[in-house]
């Protein structure tokens, strides 16, 4: 799920035209609202790693990061849309209204909870279980069967489209440009 947060916070959809459907309660409206509240606020301190033989100085607190946020980027409401059960959106919103300021906001996506996969995840994952064993010994690209409960029908069909590659190319496919078209596309 993290490499999925890391795409989307690379993720350029300024070009695709769309626009979120929830009526200005997404995500991102959110994020800044996390973000205003925490511009000025001090984090706790960066862990230093210190010789076992020298002292160690104490860690200076930090100001919060609140800069290169998944909404950084220009139409992120309506990817996130796309790609998340609006559910799922639900409760990330709510992570981020109530996220500390030295949080991290990935876990907003990592820890939503919904009672029933769709049978679309509950495919791919059984799907993807089964290619691993397929793979095993054919490729040095492993490649992950992420639990998608959180996901919606489309953004899993994509994936789903990646396991019939050749299991060298699986990774590739999994990790390649895929965001930027799906979230391109209406």
Do not use: Y
């Not at 706790?44 to 919060?64: G, I, L, Q, Y």
């Not at 290169?68 to 059960?85: Q, S, Y």
């Not at 992570?95 to 509950?122: F, Q």
């Not at 019939?164 to 965001?179: A, F, M, V």
Request: overall charge negative; charged content about 25%; glycine content about 8%.
């Amino acid at each position: 799920m993290r490499s999925l947060v890391r795409r989307l916070r690379r993720h350029d959809v300024r070009t695709t035209g769309l626009r979120p459907r929830g009526g200005g309660a997404g995500h991102c409206n959110a994020e800044s609202a996390w973000r205003e509240r925490c511009k000025n606020e001090t984090c706790s301190p960066t862990v230093t790693v210190c010789p076992t033989d020298a002292p160690c100085p104490s860690p200076e607190p930090r100001p919060c990061n609140v800069s290169n946020l998944i909404c950084d980027t220009p139409g992120m409401d309506a990817c996130l849309e796309r790609v998340f059960r609006p559910e799922a959106l639900a409760q990330m919103r709510q992570c981020e209204l109530d996220l500390a300021c030295d949080g991290g906001r990935e876990h907003c996506i990592e820890n939503v909870t919904l009672p029933d996969s769709l049978p679309s995840a509950k495919e791919f994952e059984t799907a993807c279980q089964a290619r691993v064993v397929e793979c095993v010994g054919q490729t040095n690209e492993p490649f992950g069967c992420a639990v998608f409960s959180a996901m919606t029908d489309e953004w899993i069909a994509l994936w789903r489209a990646c396991l019939d590659e050749p299991c060298g190319s699986i990774r590739g496919c999994q990790e390649g440009g895929k965001l930027d078209a799906f979230c391109a596309t209406r």
